[in-house]
């Protein structure tokens, strides 16, 4: 059998129900166009060629995942050579009147099971009569052929002049390479074999977060760049030119800066410098995207006001930072105040002036490399670092308590209890607040789910800011039902007490530091950890690339006398604030 699928919101059950109906109608009735064929056949033939150029580094993980699914599915298990030469033929060898044959003959049958499952708000009446007839109504709609776009020229930016690098360097301690650009831009270069045939690159610049001049908007920021392709090519449109490529992209906003992302077998490199520049140099922020993008945060609002986890975001993360506008979510009201014109005004001066870091980590050529980021980025005007002071930094609620009243569903409550600790950069108590951090994770859960033979969901973890000095904590949380929240205060505050009368013993350090210590194995054989924890505003922070040599030594030299130096610290009375949410059926937020 064949279907199609929409999520949305329990009020837009008729939006949904009706754009389905239209495009399955359209396909059924206009076809697929020729366009759209090749542009499918070119992703599948991709997936293929992807899956065997990077076979011999794939993903232990993954690799069992899909032999477990098989078994269980009967399936046989294929090689991805095998599958390439398996799919290829038939894939090339069909045609848009093959596609469009096989999907009237698998829709011709008038049989149709239609399901709206969820909190869908159907007005009164028999829900599946309601559904049925508005279905039906729908089916005397009348639907046009879907419009036909050409394929855009890319890359459109003209040529600029090849400048190179005026000096190079070793960075030893990350056993990669740097290059210095006399306009102001630096290159980090390291040759790795975690992942054959694959590169990650993060293009870094300007003070993200922490120039952050409104609530919210960095998530809207997000949302209209990487919904708005550039200002010259729709999203759709560059999509249509990257078919059959291996590229992945985006856009985000990190704590200190704004980065461009992205990710290809090394036969793509320059295609993804291509995008990367046009994006820098060419930033869409459309409209249509933007309004869009409010209609789903309208949505995200609604979801975050029904689950004790989106109060969490809403009131508790925003309290323990003094309602710092970095920290959690603004009320909705606020957020729907941002307009396009906001996120120009932050971002366009950023993406002009502020001058660029570029990481590169993979199975690369180093010179080719070097000779891409000269050609697309070398000539671009002298760019020139200036540092965002923050003139409010978050100011953690010591001594006070915050609770706040949801109207919820389920009969819930969320305890967040937090300790003032410190900021990132003393990289040794960092590590070392993190395993304390495991350590009183280990004492909740064997309090409140084994001795106590409670249902709860205890967690601790340590959270140190890179931006804002002094700022950090260990932070406690569980999620209880309503009249449990008070014997949940007072377990979590027997466990801190214990860790004062009964110093952590070696076997719940060991215990607390093994599973971090498999972890890092795994992580340091990442192109992704050389990228983001090592290389990624290395030039502003030359001190994290010889984080890497310690990294395993440190965590596992860790002792108890550590831990009880940290607790005597930061484990106090006098450092702790506390934030509740509490169900209330019939209650208002």
Known sequence: HSGIIAQTGGENWREALDILNRIIKQAIEYGFTDQETEMVKSEL??????????RDTRDSLDLARTIVNSINNNRVIQSATQEKELYSAPIMDATTADLNNALREEWAPEIRLIEVIGDAKIEAGEPAQVIKKYYLDLQQQEVTAKSTVGKPVFPY????????????ETLRAAEASRYSYANGMVLN???????KNSISMAIHFGDGEKSLPKGGLSLLADAVINGSGTATIKESELSMVLAGKSIKYGFRVDDESFSLLGQALTSDIEILFQVLQSILLDPGMRLDVYQAAMKRFDLMYKGLNGDISGGAMLYLKPFFAGNKITHGLPGKDEFNTLTLDDVKQW?????????????????????????LASKYFGSLPVRVYS???????????VGRSYEITMHLDEDKGLVQMAWLTD?????????????????????????????????????????????????GMILSE????????????????????????????GDELERSKQPVLTSIKDRIKTNDYWLSSVLSLS??????LSWSHSLLEDFNSITRTDMSALIEEYMTEDRLATGLIRADYGGDH
């Not at 390291?190 to 992942?195: G, L, P, V």
């Not at 540092?387 to 609620?397: D, G, I, N, Q, R």
């Not at 030039?539 to 994290?544: A, L």
């Open 157 to 168: 930016l003209p040529e600029l002049p090849v400048v190179k690098p005026e000096k190079h």
């Open 539 to 544: 030039s502003r922070h030359p001190q994290q």
């Open 423 to 471: 900021d990132y950069w003393d990289i040794n108590r960092t590590r070392r607040l993190h395993i304390l951090a495991a350590v009183i994770d280990e004492r909740l859960r064997k309090l409140i789910r084994e001795e106590s033979g409670a249902s709860y969901s205890p967690a601790a973890y340590s959270s140190n800011s890179r931006i804002y000095p002094g700022y």
């Open 189 to 195: 270069v390291k040759k790795t074999s975690f992942k």
């Open 387 to 397: 540092e965002t002071k923050s003139k409010v930094l978050p100011l953690f609620p």
């Open 45 to 54: 033939i991709s997936h293929l060629q992807r899956g065997v150029q990077t």
């Open 478 to 505: 569980v999620m209880t039902d309503r009249k449990s929240l008070n014997s949940v205060i007072d377990q979590i505050h027997e466990v801190i007490q214990s860790l004062h009368d009964t110093p952590v013993t």
């Open 347 to 371: 971002l366009m001066p950023q993406f002009v002036n502020s001058p660029l870091e570029i990481n590169i980590v993979g199975d690369i050529e180093e010179s080719e490399i070097v000779s």
